[in-house]
T-cell receptor, first 113, second 112 residues
Framework: NAGVIQTPRHKVTGKGQEATLWCEPISGHSAVFWYRQTIVQGLEFLTYFRNQAPIDDSGMPKERFSAQMPNQSHSTLKIQSTQPQDSAVYLC???????????FGPGTRLTVL | DAKTTQPDSMESTEGETVHLPCSHATISGNEYIYWYRQVPLQGPEYVTHGLQQNTTNSMAFLAIASDRKSSTLILTHVSLRDAAVYHCILRVDAGTGSKLSFGKGAKLTVSP
């Protein structure tokens, strides 16, 4: 079991560029979560899929952020027109059906210059 | 979800037993107590959870006060690998629909 896989581990973009982050959940897990983490804000929920369907995107900034889960094996988080305040570690987690715990990937560190 | 309060940091030495306190005075009856830990450059790792009864697993023992207004995560025979930031959080729903949110947590330092 390779755990949750996130790519790339590090990404640097210029202000206004697009960034796409990838997540491969643990095989068989039905739920996928996206979070971002900063020293100032701590861990912030962004969005959640269950069985590939979007369930809750209440944490997503509405204008520039979007997430998809086209199949069971991966999810993407896309940030358009990146801004310096988007710099953070973006974490993906997956959870088995009605599981108590979420299994996190190592995160993607996004730096917007 | 109700708020939790933890010390900013704690120190220990390898082989010791560590008690990490968490205060949650406004906890609701349907809120579960969860503990996660995180080391630098890695995502958070689930440690344990409980509702009312004390629980134990391979990682830790969770002691929950009878009035549920506080809990203590007990780590026995700590090693250098237990050095991490420990987060105590409350969740209403233990199912997959419940999102996580935590702040600074308590940084545990383990000395050789």
């Amino acid at each position: 079991n390779a755990g949750v896989i996130q790519t790339p581990r590090h990404k640097v973009t210029g202000k206004g560029q697009e960034a796409t982050l990838w997540c491969e959940p643990i095989s068989g897990h039905s739920a996928v979560f996206w979070y971002r983490q900063t020293i100032v804000q701590g861990l912030e929920f962004l969005t959640y899929f269950r069985n590939q369907a979007p369930i809750d995107d209440s944490g997503m900034p509405k204008e520039r952020f979007s997430a998809q889960m086209p199949n069971q094996s991966h999810s993407t988080l896309k940030i358009q027109s990146t801004q310096p305040q988007d710099s953070a570690v973006y974490l993906c987690a997956s959870s088995p059906d009605w599981g108590w715990e979420q299994y996190f990937g190592p995160g993607t560190r996004l730096t917007v210059l | 979800d109700a708020k939790t309060t933890q010390p900013d940091s704690m120190e220990s030495t390898e082989g010791e037993t560590v008690h990490l306190p968490c205060s949650h005075a406004t906890i609701s009856g349907n809120e579960y107590i969860y503990w996660y830990r995180q080391v630098p450059l890695q995502g958070p790792e689930y440690v344990t959870h409980g509702l009312q009864q004390n629980t134990t697993n391979s990682m830790a023992f969770l002691a929950i006060a009878s009035d549920r207004k506080s809990s203590t995560l007990i780590l026995t025979h700590v090693s250098l690998r237990d050095a991490a930031v420990y987060h105590c959080i409350l969740r209403v729903d233990a199912g997959t629909g419940s999102k996580l949110s935590f702040g600074k947590g308590a940084k545990l330092t383990v000395s050789p």
